[in-house]
């Protein structure tokens, strides 16, 4: 890291890549729905002018709350914007590739939901407890599945250094084209969907207390600690989308910091994340939301393929 | 220097007589105490100050020793002649055993400054003298066996250890359960202890000799399968005390048994004498030159104790049990690097064996601090609500606020989240068993990742258990008269586990220092090229793959914090009102919250017990008193057991199984004078054809 | 005395030996408790004779008193003090068994062997100087086992104290039969422990009938396990 | 000089026996015995300073003899009996004071104290094996008393057992003397000296085998049966239980030590003759068949004395298969372990008596929550069951250890497994009991009433023997033992 200014520009424009642009995954999610539904639906750029108005609003806390209720919003934000600086988006190597791996992103989702779901008790309201009792259920499968169906990759580049293994393969695309990378990617979908709440595990539109799980937790936010919430979800959402499409197709991606390289990379970047959250609205579109004791079942699905992929992995090798 | 060994001998002869006082003088103090009634109380409280003090004394000094074993990295041995037959007992204290004696003289420290305010309620009822004794006779004991150079001294220590803690468990002993633990643990210990002696005497029929020096190395000289042998007595004695399934079933009883400060000894230190056991056997004695099936078996073990210990804590509502169930799976991760180091060793992977090894001996120190720490707070609040059960606790983050602000920083510590300890040992075992993707060994590639996934599944899970274990102790409202009339902890109790809680996130921002000295550590044992595997510079922290794959624990954390300003910057520019309300939520659209509203630890952990159904096998029966009208259910009793299968299946068949057999045989003493004369005249007759 | 003579003692003891045996089957087979004591009498009686034998023949004069003490303290001493006993307490004279009479003589017939057997081992280093009379050492060995046997099978205190003073007849002559007993003094010992022995299992018997008020030992089985 | 010894270990006791018989009313008779025992006891330690300096001690005619064997054991024996004797007044005194015994009882024991010590010296001292006969079956004539001391149906029972059997056996271990004296005859030409064991061991090279080897299996069950080994300890737990505690402790410390001395001059006498193979298979078999056999009994019993019975049981048979090893260190083990036996059971013995006392009852389900109603008797008996079960710091440790080691380095490894195993499992049937005992709330039959200070001083002083013996041997006890060890080797 001798000069600093590239050092600075690249990382401003991860955070921008995913801070600026993550409302805008949302909205174009939501819009596809929409237009799956016949609707003709908001704009896409609905998310922006919710957040703008929670920042508006007061907060309201509730009697029953403690410091957490109103630590927990800023953590999440932080940790998240950690996370983004961690992920690579239009260039590989991110300039803080060091500061942390997978695991440590992964880690780092972690804390996130940890406090989340402490609030979802602090409150001492029932749906609370319910929305963070189910979260935690599920994450304990979702999590090791995500882990597993990453290492897989990781073990061509022979590192857990997210940069590092995105470099490898884009300079590497026959390693691509593995088995074990397609079950890890199938896994890895998977765990997307569950990790964002969205349909089939979850329904980020509904307020039915039987089949909610994330928003639950956060019922009671209201105003700014609600903004920083809901907008630290959908970075969540970006990031996951960005793992996918940098881990699995990193094509285009930036590995030298020239002006043209960058720009190829950016709308690259652009490009993948806007088919997969078609993708994933399509998906979002065409499935029911599964019962809730059905979903560990599709989430073991993802945690055993993930594993066979490790698996498989280890064994042929790459 | 060259008056360097003195002093460091001196300091040994502090922390040693320093733990001897503090066992002596209490009992006579408080002996006279009783003996003059007026000013008993006066005496046995003087007793307790001074019995405490002199353990912490004793332990500072035996940090002071185990830093200047660290940093000199030459050992320490001391020879006592004695007329014992089997020869001369032998102290030395090498890199290993300072690194080990460090962690019992930091939670040791740490947990008799606690004690001090923790022990009044038990001044009253019991006798303190003997409780000091005991207290003080168990941190020797353990401190001896790290520093023990010589098999009879060391099996001396190990049972004196069990002692100790035998009558430590069965303090409280006029609960039936205690009793039982204190039985379970002690029979335990002792046929481990058995084990164990096999082992030494082994060993001592191939050296004719007792002294661990003779020892050094000599897996390469044992015939065909006595190293096997060997292992596996070490693997079972030790495995016994540090609590691996499935041998596990002491720990959850004796733990809860014991009053709280000795629970976070034995958690936090006491089982990992068993790990020391197995590193000191498995590495120094045993050797380079193992097959490859040990490692595959500890690691099966470690999987099963980590996954099992973590599922179990998840259904358990008591919250020491839960702790307890905690520390059987951080045992089992421990001995993921333990086993993953074995396996590397064995397939001459010096260097990657050293990794994993790093891991599991940091993760040992990390354990020791935040179990000690959450055992701690578990104790404050024991003390201040006189439940153990969560379910009726609740809200105590209002009433408790540093106790429940520790315990927080423990829960997430255990969970093995960033910026804490737990994360980098649990990153640092990650890494090692990754690595042995690169080894060509069928069994490995089968293994390895296996365990990594169930390493995740267990972190997952565990974040899962004290979101539940915090969330409902901690937070809502107080769901009985125990949690609302609870009360800050004295400030002493406060004072250690702040200690502690500084601690964990020393060791979780900058593990720098203490990994340096573990990573040389390692280098002694496993041989040079396994030394500085895991390299540090700058806060960096990385393990050398084909390409470097690094975390900068220092910068995390920062960031961590200094990131808050942004959300709080955009806050202040983005939001125009910044003034709070404090009002009626929605909450369900009542008016008011009520505790039997709040969501419970079973109704929480309901998901996971169906989701593992198949390993909990749960059994649930509901009690509806049906006097009363159908519509009006008064007392309706809902009762959950999840079974443990281990002493369904084995331990339980194995007791009645012997004890059935000893009243069968017990038939030859039939009271008739003329059977036992016949007794007599069988064996005349036998011995004279034997004769013949 | 001459050699004859010594041969001529010899088979006399021999015969001796034989009635000895003889009386001890008996006593395995009799029924009558008093009939029982007598028959130990006359075992006793014919030990003195063999003992006094043994003093004669071989001159070995430190027997004498050992042949003149079995006479007086077992042959009348000890059998006055058990009829006495039984005199005092009124225990019907039945004497029951736990096994029968042919069958306890067959398995008394097979110890004899076994005794035989052992005695043969013995003397298998027999030096000249040491005339042993090998049919009375497997005698004795025989009465030793029996007497055990006695003990084993009955089921009156009394009887007892027949089989112990049986087996300790059967050392006696064992002794006379290859050491031509033993010094003196400690053969003075001897019968001063036994008894000392006899008295006390009598007085016993009588605490035994007093607080069971029989003296069959199938009572005393409140100790067990 | 030497006549002076023997004359003072033997004539104090008799000198004892002859006052007690004399003397009436309890402070006399007490004063004769403590004092006596422990004049035994200063001659005792007078004779080892004496062996140990001189070697082989003997009276002129040749009737008596003493060496570092006899020597040590006579150091146990009558160490054993002055503390029981010391104890024993202080037992007494309560008895009486709870109307359970009278002064008749009270003359009868003091007596038979001293005769029963008086016959475990002839025993001890004799250098004729026909006296050692003669006093082994006095000792149970003298104790046959004792046992039936409170005459209980039960008591009574006991006695009649152990008199019928030890006698049983004894008679069979005189036919045992016979052969060997047979034996001797041939070669040892002065036949009055064929019995002595000083002339013995010098021709025992030329003892003829095939004989020797009989004589010892007839020697082995007789007193194999004083011992109390398997299976012919049967009388034992009776005995054990049914006599008084103090007499228990004597018996268990005392009389077993006794037996096993004879059982080691014997067998140091065919070893000679016949080489080791025999007699420490032999020892080996019946030492582990002994702990076998105690194992279901400790594991399943309602009776704590019982219970310690038959834990002697156990410990002979430990002392009598480190004897079968045979191994220098072997035998130092189990000569150690002989003292630390004798220690401990002393100690249980008393304790428990002291227990018994306060529940009137030695049913252990009448028996919990003593730490409240007797709380120093019962710490001392929870510590005393760890210190017998061979945990550290305590001397059994160090004894038990040592004869492990010492049986695998001389390999005989699936035997010494059997043996730790063995020991394990004891270990956990005697805790279950003693904690059910010690712990938890007072039964409904607890009286309460611990005994005198000075008895908790005196079971103290035991224990913390035990503590010594533990940490490290005293030089000059090491010296007591290697003298005896050597005697072995010759």
Not at chain 2, 59 to 76: F, M, Q, V
Not at chain 2, 470 to 483: D, E, M, Y
Not at chain 4, 445 to 461: C, F, N
């Amino acid at each position: 890291m001798t000069e600093i200014a590239p050092f600075i520009a690249v990382s401003l424009l991860q955070l921008v890549m995913i801070v600026i642009l993550a409302p805008l995954v949302t909205g174009i999610v939501k819009k596809t729905k929409a237009r799956f539904q016949r609707r003709r639906g908001a704009s896409v750029l609905q998310p922006y002018y919710d957040l703008a108005k929670l920042f508006k609003k007061e907060v309201v806390i509730p009697p029953v709350s403690s410091w957490l209720f109103r630590f927990t919003p800023y953590l999440a934000f932080s940790s998240t914007l950690v996370i983004a600086l961690l992920v690579p988006t239009v260039v590989a190597p991110v300039p803080l590739h060091w500061m942390g791996d997978i695991i440590t992103v992964i880690y780092l989702f972690a804390l996130v939901r940890f406090f989340v779901a402490l609030v979802g008790l602090d409150t001492g309201s029932a749906f609370g407890g319910l929305g963070s009792s189910r979260e935690m259920s599920i994450a304990s499968i979702v999590e090791p599945a995500m882990m597993l169906a990453i290492f897989s990759a990781a073990g061509t580049a022979g590192s857990t250094n997210l940069s590092v293994i995105v470099q490898k393969l884009s300079t590497t695309p026959e390693a691509m084209l593995n088995p074990a990378h397609l079950l890890a990617f199938s896994g890895l979908f998977i765990v997307t969907l569950a990790e964002t709440g969205r349909v089939p595990v979850d329904n980020p539109a509904t307020h039915l207390e039987l089949t909610m799980i994330h928003e639950a937790m956060i019922l009671e936010y209201s105003g700014r600690y609600l903004a920083f919430i809901e907008w630290a979800s959908q970075m969540k959402l970006a990031i996951f989308l960005a793992l996918l499409s940098n881990i699995f197709f990193p094509v285009g991606i930036a590995t030298v910091l020239t002006p043209w390289a960058v720009g190829i990379g950016v709308l690259a970047f652009l490009f993948k994340i806007g088919v997969l959250s078609l993708v994933v609205a399509a998906v979002e579109s065409t499935n029911a939301k599964l019962r809730l004791f059905r979903v560990p079942e599709l989430l073991m699905v993802a945690f055993i393929l993930s594993l066979l992929a490790l698996i498989l992995y280890f064994i042929i090798g790459s | 220097m060259s008056d360097w060994p003195q002093l460091r001998l001196l300091i040994l002869i502090v922390t040693v007589t320093g733990y001897s006082l503090g066992a002596l003088l209490p009992p006579i103090l408080s002996a006279i105490g009783r003996s003059r009634l007026h000013s008993g109380p006066a005496f046995d409280t003087f007793a307790r100050n001074f019995g405490f003090t002199s353990a912490l004394v004793s332990s500072l000094a035996g940090c002071a020793l185990s830093i200047s074993i660290l940093l000199a990295g030459e050992p320490l041995h001391v020879e006592i002649q004695n007329t014992l037959p089997l020869g001369g007992m032998a102290i030395h204290v090498d890199m290993l055993s300072g690194f080990f004696l460090g962690t019992i003289s930091l939670v040791g420290g740490a947990v008799s400054v606690y004690s001090l305010g923790y022990a009044t309620e038990l001044l009253q009822r019991r006798n303190m003298g003997f409780f000091l004794f005991m207290y003080n006779v168990f941190l020797l004991s353990m401190v001896g066996v790290v520093i023990a150079g010589h098999a009879v001294l060391f099996l001396f220590v190990w049972e004196g250890m069990s002692l100790a803690t035998y009558f430590l468990i069965s303090v409280e002993h006029e609960d039936p359960a205690s009793r039982r633990a204190a039985f379970l643990y002690v029979v335990m210990a002792h046929v481990g202890t058995a084990l164990l002696v096999v082992m030494f005497v082994i060993l001592y029929s191939f050296t004719g000799s007792f002294d661990f020096a003779t020892f050094k190395g000599i897996g390469s000289r044992l015939p065909g399968v006595v190293p096997s042998v060997v292992f596996l007595c070490a693997l079972i004695g030790f495995g016994v005390k540090a609590g691996i399934v499935p041998l596990h079933i002491w720990l959850p009883e004796a733990h809860p048994a014991a009053p709280s400060n000795v629970s976070a000894l034995m958690s936090g230190v006491m089982i990992k004498m068993g790990i020391y056991g197995m590193a000191r056997v498995f590495f120094d004695f045993l050797g380079p030159t193992i097959p490859s099936w040990w490692g595959l078996l500890v690691l099966i073990l470690a999987v099963t104790s980590s996954v099992l210990g973590v599922l179990y804590a998840l259904m358990e509502h008591d919250l020491k049990r839960l702790l307890a169930f905690h520390s059987i799976e951080n045992i089992g991760i421990i001995l993921m690097g333990v086993g993953a180091a074995l396996l590397f060793v064995s397939l001459g992977h010096a260097a990657l064996a050293g990794i994993a090894l790093v891991a599991a001996l940091y993760h040992v120190l990390n354990h020791a601090t935040f179990k000690g720490l959450l055992f701690l707070g578990a104790g404050s609040v024991l003390h201040a609500t006189h439940t153990r059960n969560i379910e009726n606790l609740g809200g105590l983050i209002r009433t408790m606020p540093w106790t429940s602000f520790f315990f927080l920083i423990g829960a997430v510590a255990i969970s093995g989240l960033p910026p804490l300890n737990g994360f980098i040992s649990e990153w640092l075992t990650f890494q090692a068993l990754l690595l042995g993707f690169h080894i060509p060994d069928l069994a490995v590639k089968i293994a390895v990742p296996l365990t990594v996934a169930l390493l995740a599944l267990t972190g997952a899970l565990a974040a899962a258990c004290f979101v539940k274990a915090f969330g409902i102790t901690f937070l809502g409202l107080p769901r009985s008269q125990h949690a609302e009339g609870a009360h800050e902890s004295s400030p002493t109790m406060i004072g250690a586990m702040g200690f502690l809680v500084i601690i964990c996130l020393v060791l979780g921002v900058v593990p720098g220092p203490v990994l340096f000295v573990v990573n040389s550590l390692v280098g002694a044992l496993l041989g040079t090229n396994a030394a500085g595997q895991v390299s540090l510079n700058g806060g960096l922290l990385f393990v050398p793959t084909s390409a470097l794959s690094s975390v900068a624990p220092t910068l995390l954390a920062g960031l961590l914090i200094g990131l808050i300003a942004i959300p709080v910057a955009a806050g202040l520019f983005l939001g125009g009102r910044m003034q709070k309300r404090v009002a009626m939520t929605w909450a369900c659209g009542l008016q008011r919250i009520e505790p039997q509203m709040q969501y419970t630890a079973t109704g929480f952990s309901k998901p996971i017990r169906m989701i593992f159904s198949t390993i909990y096998r749960a059994t649930h029966e509901i009690e509806i008193s049906e006097e009363s009208s159908p519509y009006f259910r008064p007392n309706i009793s809902y009762e959950l057991k999840t079974e443990s299968v281990f002493l369904k299946y084995f331990y339980d068949p194995a007791l009645t199984l012997l004890v059935a057999s000893a009243h069968l045989l017990r038939r030859i003493q039939t009271g008739r004078i003329q059977s036992y004369l016949a007794y007599i005249f069988i064996t005349l007759v036998l011995l004279l054809l034997f004769a013949r | 005395m001459g050699i004859a003579n010594l041969q001529s003692i010899g088979l006399v003891i021999d015969i001796l030996a034989a009635a000895i045996l003889v009386t001890a089957f008996l006593i395995v087979s009799s029924r009558n408790l008093v009939f029982y004591i007598r028959l130990f009498a006359i075992q006793s009686l014919l030990l003195g004779v063999v003992a006094l034998l043994v003093v004669v023949g071989y001159g070995e004069m430190h027997i004498l008193i050992a042949a003149i003490l079995t006479i007086v303290i077992k042959a009348v001493a000890i059998p006055l003090v058990l009829t006495k006993i039984i005199e005092r307490i009124q225990v019907q004279k039945e004497i029951d068994f736990s096994i029968n009479i042919t069958v306890s003589l067959l398995l008394c017939g097979g110890m004899v062997i076994l005794a035989d057997s052992v005695a043969q081992s013995i003397l298998s280093v027999q030096r000249p100087d040491i005339p042993a009379v090998s049919r009375v050492l497997s005698v004795s060995i025989a009465m030793m086992l029996i007497g055990l046997f006695v003990m084993m099978t009955r089921k009156k205190a009394l009887t007892q104290i027949i089989g112990l003073l049986t087996m300790e007849n059967g050392v006696f002559l064992s002794g006379l039969s290859i050491t031509y007993g033993m010094p003196l003094i400690v053969e003075v010992g001897i019968f001063f422990d036994i008894l000392v022995a006899v008295l006390i299992l009598g007085v016993f018997i009588f605490r035994i009938n007093k607080t069971f008020d029989s003296i069959s030992i199938d009572l005393l089985r409140s100790l067990r396990h | 000089m030497s006549t002076v010894l023997f004359t003072l270990l033997l004539g104090l006791p008799i000198a004892g026996t002859v006052l007690c018989a004399l003397l009436r009313g309890r402070k006399p008779l007490e004063v004769v015995t403590v004092v006596g025992s422990g004049l035994t006891l200063c001659s005792g330690v007078w004779m080892m300073w004496k062996v140990i300096t001189e070697g082989v001690v003997s009276s002129p005619q040749g009737w008596w003899y003493a060496d570092g064997l006899s020597a040590y054991i006579i150091l146990i024996v009558s160490g054993s009996a002055f503390v029981v004797a010391l104890y024993s007044t202080g037992y007494l005194r309560r008895q009486i004071r709870n109307k359970k015994v009278d002064d008749q009882q009270l003359w009868l024991y003091y007596l038979l104290i001293n005769v029963f010590l008086f016959t475990m010296m002839l025993v001890l001292l004799s250098n004729n094996l026909g006296f050692l006969w003669i006093g082994t079956e006095a000792t149970t004539l003298a104790t046959a008393f004792l046992v039936a001391f409170y005459e209980r149906e039960s008591s009574i029972e006991a006695a009649w057992k152990y008199v019928i059997l030890c006698s049983v056996g004894i008679t069979l271990a005189l036919f045992g003397i016979i052969l060997t004296y047979f034996s001797a005859l041939h070669v040892v030409h002065v036949s009055g000296n064929a019995l002595l064991w000083s002339s013995l061991i010098q021709v025992a090279k030329e003892l003829d085998p095939g004989v020797l080897k009989l004589a010892f299996i007839f020697v082995l069950v007789g007193f194999g049966t004083k011992a109390g080994l398997a299976p012919m300890h049967t009388w034992k737990p009776d005995a054990y239980s049914e006599a008084p505690a103090p007499i228990s402790a004597l018996m268990a410390a005392g009389l077993v030590n006794m037996a096993l001395y004879a059982l080691m001059r014997f067998s140091i006498l065919v070893n000679r003759a016949v080489g080791e193979g025999f007699t420490s298979t032999l020892f080996m078999i019946f030492g582990l068949a002994s702990m076998a056999v105690a194992t279901p009994f400790i594991l399943a019993q309602r009776d704590f004395k019982r219970l310690l019975a038959y834990s002697s049981v156990e410990h002979a048979g430990i002392i009598v298969f480190a004897l079968g090893i045979g191994s220098p260190l072997a035998l130092f083990g189990a000569l150690l372990h002989l003292l630390n036996n004798a220690i401990a059971k002393i100690l249980l013995f008393l304790t428990v008596g002291n227990v018994q006392m306060a529940y009137d009852s030695k049913i252990m389900r009448k028996v919990t929550g003593a730490i409240k109603v007797v709380p120093v008797s019962a710490t001392f008996l929870m510590i005393g069951v760890f210190a017998l079960s061979g945990w550290p710091p305590f001397g059994m440790f160090i004894s038990e250890l040592t004869i492990i080691s010492a049986g695998f380095s001389s390999g005989a490894v699936v035997q010494v497994i059997a043996f730790i195993a063995i020991l394990a499992t004891i270990f956990g049937g005697f805790i279950y009991y003693t904690s059910k005992m010690v712990l938890g709330e007072p039964s409904a039959a607890a009286k309460g009433g611990d005994a005198g200070k000075w008895s908790l001083v005196l079971i103290g002083l035991l224990l913390l023997a035990l503590l010594v013996l533990g940490v490290s041997i005293p030089p000059p006890l090491k010296m007591c033992i290697e003298c005896a060890v050597n005697v072995f080797k010759g």
